[in-house]
């Protein structure tokens, strides 16, 4: 492999793409595609109830943390931006991350650089590198697919085997909701941990899966459950956090670390949240009372169709699991994908009123989609199915990239769009349904003998003594009249919580709940005027003399 010349003295700007994000261009931004993962993705029809937030650009944190180059990491730049950065400073290597959708501002950033930084080499990395033929529709000098770290490690001439250092990341910023931007203080997010990097179950969909090795492989950072304390310490520490967003597609999965995580979490009486993404078969390996043990307070889970046949969803009541998890107070997370093989329009309702049955926190629909790089591509490739989309336009929340063999790619959308709406219409907002199973967890767990549990779930329903009854009491006004059934449920609720905490939970309904209504009612207006919203530029530089 070719190594820079100047070695670890070369200077390196890592950046992510530049916005504005949400709002259509000719770079491929695109107003239904923002950078807002949960209001994208999973409580996009919830109007002011969506939750809102954004996340780091966890990759190029990771990458400047363990090379010793003087670098710079420039997140969420505008391409104003970009051009200052690249000109005040003389940069020998610009490293580009991004996502596949976005190909068509790496190709425009890297004719910036050659314009404005002829000398810079040019590396770009993320899931665009699966783009087949990349190399020919961008200029840059490398394109690296799969791990970046110790790529870059080795491009600069430093020991690509050396221990993976974890930066120091809080999970999301920028947190708004019902009209109001959550004020952000040190230890209120959680901090984002970076167990290892792909999963090996392969379903045949999955970028990260195919990203990083496919069927049977992933990348892990960190083997034993001994070195993820002692970076959770560390992190607990630095950031004043109890909660920890682990970025592991599947953390349930590695038993062993997991176990070894708990034992010292007991050792040293850590009282830790853990939101985990997981899927039902790997989930089952662990009794309730481990999960709640682990802290495990949130779990974002795969829940495809019954008919399916992924090996993820193997002997698993996936019904009967949801159930007993939020009895246990463990939010979660369902995630579906609309339009698989055997959906036709004569079914594909029922298969969707079947995952909304779950009744999940929050719920995320995505359509079938072959992306470039998974074994899906290649099958559609294969079979001449693929449909002539720009990929600006292939990510799961727009229209079919392929011929599906009952549905119209028109058809598509109308299906995904219905399933948000039916979920929001039949279950309400999720931060409703956040407010249930926090209080379920609560009931069980508050005299629980372990005081590692007890202070867990005291600290997760210390808002809802108060805060939150405001904010349900507005939640159940508002939708009086547009769902009268979903106000009922939140009434009740409101009330179960007063009856738990008493007169000062009354109390901060009457007078957090006006205010909360009114900005509630601001924000629909604001969205109805099509008010988007966009992450803040991000400048972080390391090792500079
Ligand atoms: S279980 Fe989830 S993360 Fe793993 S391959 Fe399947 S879709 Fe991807």
Not at 386 to 409: C, E, P, T
């Amino acid at each position: 492999m070719i190594t820079h010349p100047k070695g670890s003295a070369a200077r390196v700007l890592l950046t992510s793409v530049f916005g504005p994000y949400a709002r259509d261009d000719e770079f491929g931004s695109r107003a239904i595609n923002p950078m807002e993962l949960y209001h994208n993705q999973v409580t996009r029809a919830q109007g002011a109830f969506s939750l809102r937030m954004f996340h780091r650009s966890w990759g190029i944190m990771m990458i400047q943390q363990n090379i010793s180059a003087p670098s710079t990491v420039l997140d969420f730049p505008t391409r104003d931006d970009f051009a200052r950065e690249l000109t005040k400073q003389r940069y020998d290597v610009v490293g580009i991350s991004s996502i596949i959708v976005n190909v068509g501002k790496v190709r425009e950033m890297c004719r910036m650089v050659r314009e404005l930084s002829p000398g810079s080499a040019i590396v770009i990395g993320g899931h665009v590198a699966a783009i087949p033929g990349l190399e020919h529709l961008i200029d840059a000098d490398h394109i690296v697919k799969g791990d970046g770290i110790s790529w870059m490690r080795r491009y600069l001439g430093e020991d690509p085997e050396a221990p993976i250092r974890h930066p120091e990341i809080v999970s999301g910023f920028g947190l708004r909701a019902m009209g109001l931007r959550i004020p952000e203080r040190r230890g209120t997010a959680a901090a984002t941990l970076i167990p290892s990097v792909g999963c090996p179950m392969g379903c045949n969909f999955c970028t990260t899966s195919a990203f990083f090795g496919g069927k049977g492989k992933f990348l892990n950072f960190y083997e034993s459950g001994a070195e993820l304390f002692g970076i959770m310490s560390h992190l607990e520490e630095k950031l004043k956090v109890h909660s920890f967003f682990v970025m592991d597609e599947n953390f349930l999965l590695y038993r062993k670390r997991a176990m070894e995580l708990l034992e010292r979490m007991k050792a040293e009486g850590k009282s830790w949240e853990l939101f985990v993404f997981s899927s039902a078969n790997a989930i089952r390996k662990y009794t309730m009372e481990e999960l709640v043990s682990l802290g495990v307070s949130w779990i974002w889970m795969g829940l495809e169709s019954p008919h399916s046949a992924y090996a993820k969803l193997e002997n698993t009541d996936t019904m009967q699991l949801t159930r007993e998890l939020h009895q246990h107070g463990i939010r979660l997370l369902g995630s579906t994908i609309v339009g698989l093989e055997h959906h036709t329009p004569e079914n594909i309702c029922h298969e969707i009123e079947s995952a909304v049955a779950y009744g999940t926190d929050f719920h995320q629909f995505m359509l079938y989609t072959p992306v470039p790089g998974t074994p899906l591509y290649g099958e559609m490739e294969q079979q001449g199915r693929l449909l002539d989309v720009n990929l600006a336009d292939i990510h799961g929340q727009d229209k079919f990239n392929f011929q599906h063999a009952a549905i119209s790619r028109d058809d598509s959308k109308k299906f995904l769009d219905w399933a948000f709406w039916r979920d929001f219409e039949i279950n309400g907002p999720s931060i409703f349904r956040i407010c249930r199973t926090t209080l379920e967890g609560w009931k069980r767990y508050k005299n629980d003998p372990d005081q590692r549990i007890r202070e867990r779930f005291a600290r997760e329903v210390a808002a809802l003594k108060i805060t939150y009854g405001g904010i349900l009491w507005a939640m159940e006004r508002q939708l009086r009249e547009k769902n009268f059934e979903i106000s009922e449920q939140i009434r009740t609720l409101r009330r179960d919580i007063a009856d738990e905490f008493g007169w000062l939970s009354r109390f901060a309904s009457k007078v957090i709940g006006p205010v909360m209504l009114w900005t509630t009612r601001r924000e629909e207006k604001r969205l109805a005027r099509g008010v988007t919203y966009e992450p803040k530029r991000i400048i972080e530089r390391r090792n500079w003399a």
